[in-house]
């Protein structure tokens, strides 16, 4: 038999795998939270929820800060929005902070509290590790551990690589997904579900297979187009003057464990996407689309430009509705199995972000889980 197994089913429902997967897997590694231009200016901003910790990622004068999201005084979040553009100035009672999380003002502090410098120290922000490569931002909470550049390995130069190809954002977004986050990263690592989940949307894109690449602990996967997808993006960088990225001009996926999916379609369109988990049975997908530009940089805004966007926006909403049904549907089931499912060679890029997986998450004594 040269099918593998996957991880037992009670990963993908249990309370107590859950909790550890936030301890040893999203506590420790590097996750991408955003690109450099959604950083770029003074008080720029982001937030997500990293292994329960609110974190904020904020420029102050050009240097970026990744900080605990919750003020000093009454607990209260400091910045509600996912994303925008405001101090680091708590909304309730107006306590603000600055670079390294620095207390930098207290309202009426000689008449309220008479904090003197280093009682206004110790009320600084926790601190976490942020680092980027090329205009992927990235944020870890553990304070130890590999430098960026050491956890991406061979996939550091293509990041770099990616930003100074494809740097017109043309869209995100989000989806809640009611399934395990493996279940939701396991959607895009592998094209045999292609032609009963995808009949009339991915199938008509690229072929159902796979070169796979293994850089442990990422993996890499190229899908060879069709004819058709490839003549309209012709069509569209003729149109719009847009420089073709000049290798990679396929289906290239990039899978940078554990939750990062970087998909490039014929040199032309990047879509990247993370899967957040929220709890063991719900994750956040985001999801940012770029374009490659001109020569002179972004094409111009315009009716075509407009409708393009337009076709490939309503595809990826089609393409990421497709995999959260199989995605739900699964989970419903993993808490009524306790047989582990079975891989294909087809579905090795599954494999190998279970082994990274299993990696993180050995027991103690040294056995690894199943």
């Given at each position: ?14 309370e ?10 999203f ?12 950083l ?13 910790f609110?974190?904020v990622?904020?420029?102050?004068d050009?240097?970026?800060s990744a ?7 009454r ?7 996912t994303?925008?553009?405001r ?5 309730y ?5 600055k670079a390294?999380?620095?207390l930098?003002?207290v309202p ?12 206004k ?12 490569c ?8 553990s ?18 690589d990616?930003?100074?190809h494809?740097n017109?954002p043309v869209h995100s977004g989000s989806y809640?997904?009611n399934?395990?986050w ?5 959607t ?6 292609v ?17 796979i ?7 890499l996967?190229?899908?060879p ?5 490839k ?5 569209v960088?003729k149109q719009l003057?847009l ?18 999916a970087i ?6 369109l ?27 940089g ?10 393009v966007?337009a ?10 509705e497709?995999d ?10 993993y808490?009524?199995?306790t047989?582990?499912a079975?891989?294909?060679k087809c ?6 972000f279970?082994d990274?997986?299993?990696?993180d998450?050995?027991?103690?004594n ?5």
């Open positions: 038999m040269i099918a593998s197994i996957a991880i037992a089913p009670e990963h993908y429902a249990s107590d795998s859950f909790k550890q997967e936030l301890e040893h897997v506590k420790k590694q590097w996750l991408f939270i955003g690109f450099k231009d959604e770029a200016n003074h008080n720029d901003f982001l937030t997500l929820d990293i292994a329960g609110p974190i990622v904020q420029n102050f050009g240097e970026l900080l605990l999201n919750i003020c000093s005084h607990k209260a979040r400091l910045q509600t929005a994303k925008g553009n101090p680091l100035r708590c909304p009672h107006c306590w603000s902070y390294g999380g620095r930098a003002g009426a502090n000689n008449q309220e509290f008479q904090f003197d410098e280093s009682q120290a110790a009320l600084g922000l926790r601190q976490f590790a942020v680092d980027s090329g205009d992927f931002v990235f944020v870890r909470v304070q130890d551990g590999p430098s960026l550049k050491a956890f991406l390995g061979d996939c550091y130069g293509m990041l770099e990616f930003s100074a494809f017109d809640v997904w399934s395990n493996k279940l939701a990263v396991e895009v690592l592998e094209v045999y579900h032609p009963g989940t995808h009949p009339d949307s991915f199938s008509n894109l690229a072929r159902a297979e796979c070169e690449i293994s850089i442990a602990p990422h993996n996967g190229n899908t187009l069709l004819d058709a997808p003549k309209w993006w012709a069509g960088r003057k420089s073709q990225h000049p290798t990679l001009n396929e289906y290239n996926h990039v899978f940078i464990y554990p939750n990062l998909g490039l379609t014929n040199g032309s990047m879509s990247v996407q993370t899967y957040d988990p929220v709890n063991r049975e719900e994750t956040v997908l985001h999801y940012r689309l770029r374009m490659v530009s001109t020569a002179d972004p094409a111009r805004e315009g009716a075509l430009k407009r409708a966007i076709n490939f926006t309503e595809f990826n909403h089609t393409i990421l497709e959260r049904i199989m995605a739900e549907s699964c989970q419903l089931n808490a009524h199995t047989t582990p079975l891989l294909g579905e090795d890029r599954i494999r190998l279970h990274a997986w299993r990696a998450n050995d027991k103690p040294g056995e690894a889980v199943s």
